[in-house]
């Protein structure tokens, strides 16, 4: 549906396990700042939604891990719009290092107020996904 959003973050001591690999969960992390960095590049900032009483909340994520990645390694995160409806983005990310994809999501984002149910989006910002 779009062009990728891309994304570089580096590799810390913090963001791997004991076997020197970054832990797999890091990726979620890596994979939420990118998202954030794509909103932001939007035009659309969290705590905007926050003035208006909504929120970005994660419904599904599935990743599939492909290749280790090390620290100090610099990993480049695109990030694509799949679909968009009233309360639900659907994403695709995927995480590369020196070129080669080493893991990839597919997520449900979902819209929700402040007492956690599902909402819309704001009718100004649908355009600005669809851009």
């Avoid at 913090?14 to 960095?37: A, C, I, L, P, Q």
């Avoid at 990030?79 to 995927?94: F, K, M, N, P, V």
């Avoid at 893991?103 to 100004?124: N, Q, Y």
Wanted: glycine share 6%; net charge positive; proline share 2%.
């Amino acid at each position: 549906m779009s062009d990728y959003f891309t994304f570089d973050i580096r590799v810390y001591y913090e963001d791997t396990d004991f076997s020197g690999n970054v832990y797999h969960g890091s990726y979620v992390k890596f994979f939420e700042r990118s998202r954030t960095e794509w909103l932001r590049n939007l035009g659309i900032h969290h705590f905007e939604l926050a003035k208006q009483g909504l929120a970005f909340a994660v419904a599904k994520m599935e990743i599939d891990f492909l290749k280790p990645s090390h620290i100090d390694d610099l990993i480049n995160i695109k990030t694509r719009l799949i679909s968009i409806s009233g309360a639900r983005i659907s994403l695709e990310q995927e995480a590369f290092c020196r070129g080669k994809k080493i893991a990839s999501a597919k997520l449900v984002i979902a819209v929700i107020d402040v007492k956690g149910r599902a909402t819309r989006l704001p009718k100004d910002w649908k355009p600005l996904f669809l851009a």
